[in-house]
């Protein structure tokens, strides 16, 4: 008998997660949902998966789930009934450590998340940590997910010891470094080799991922900031980082095989704009058959777009892009 998971996602990548889950013969995919692909788990390396935010062991399935009060009920007997060790299935319980839930919804209702944490926590373990009021459950204690989505739930326990978004390379960080899950989703959409660039590097994480799914190929991050080089080498001390501007990449032309970028696109600094030198570089330096991988707020102005995903990411919703420059 398999275990059933669900891997938690990106908005937008789901079919990504799925796609890599299959490829990777993990395991059989059963429903993609929203932020969710459930899967039953025929294969080892679950927890490497590097496009999902996380994986959770299903420990069970409510339906019925309304937007009343009532359904409260419904989700703290349905906890109450679940074989918690059994669940865990190898994965260590520390003993003392106690529960912690964390609970969303989509759509309006009678009751909110801390309401469903508050229901569900106690009936899974003791002590049941809370999270209302901002209080943050200590380290060690078991992880627990609740999500809900039209009339059904879901009721599961975190995989690892961590969120796998939370990558053990990011030890430091700069102002606007990329979700590592949604950089992992740019590498497998470019399908790395030869030489990849990012030429708006920041901390690194993009080719950090690339470099993860294809150790054969060739890196080079550029950003015109000292601090975030400083960041990408501490990052990925192994990847080869320079100080250059986007605007004059410093290779020569038609040398890259891939680009992987995400540009700065807020209203103060609009490098992500169709007019930006940035795309003329990235023309001149791509090789015949290259390709470029960016997330931008929109597709610049003499690209075509070979694979467009929207997603929806801390409340903006850009466009992850694989383009190739437009010849018509």
Avoid at 13 to 40: D, M, P, Q, Y
Avoid at 74 to 99: E, M, T
Avoid at 288 to 310: F, I, K, N, Q, S
Wanted: charge should be positive.
């Amino acid at each position: 008998m398999h275990t059933l998971a669900v891997a938690r996602s990106v908005h937008g990548i789901e079919h990504l997660v799925a796609t890599e889950i299959r490829h990777a013969g993990l395991g059989i995919v059963r429903e993609v949902r929203h932020r969710e692909v459930w899967f039953e788990i025929t294969g080892p390396g679950a927890l490497e998966l590097r496009l999902a935010d996380d994986v959770l062991l299903v420990g069970a399935v409510v339906d019925g789930v309304g937007p009343r009060r009532d359904a409260l009920r419904r989700l703290a007997s349905a906890a109450a009934g679940i074989d918690v060790h059994a669940v865990a299935a190898g994965r260590p319980l520390g003993p003392g450590s106690g529960v912690e839930v964390s609970a969303s919804f989509l759509g309006r209702r009678a009751y909110n998340r801390y309401d469903i944490e508050d229901a569900v926590g106690p009936e899974l373990g003791r002590p049941y940590h809370a999270r209302r009021e901002g209080r943050v459950p200590p380290a060690g204690a078991a992880s627990w997910r609740v999500t809900v989505e039209g009339e059904r739930a879901v009721i599961a326990l975190r995989a690892g010891a961590r969120p796998l978004h939370r990558r053990a390379y990011k030890v430091r960080s700069v102002p606007g470094t990329l979700h590592p899950p949604l950089a992992a989703a740019m590498a497998y959409l470019a399908e790395p080799k030869g030489l990849v660039i990012d030429p708006c590097c920041g901390a690194g994480t993009t080719l950090i991922e690339a470099a993860a799914l294809a150790p054969e190929a060739r890196t080079l991050g550029f950003d015109r900031c000292g601090e975030a080089i400083a960041a990408a080498a501490a990052n990925g001390p192994r990847l080869a980082w320079a100080r250059a501007d986007a605007g004059r990449v410093p290779l020569p032309s038609g040398s890259v095989d891939r680009v992987l970028v995400n540009p700065p696109w807020q209203r103060q600094v609009r490098l992500a704009g169709s007019g930006h030198r940035l795309w003329a570089e990235l023309r001149r330096v791509l090789a015949d058959g290259g390709r470029v991988v960016a997330l931008v707020p929109e597709v610049p102005r003499g690209w075509a777009v070979l694979e467009r995903v929207d997603v929806s990411l801390f409340g903006r919703h850009p466009i992850l892009a694989m383009m190739t420059p437009d010849k018509s």
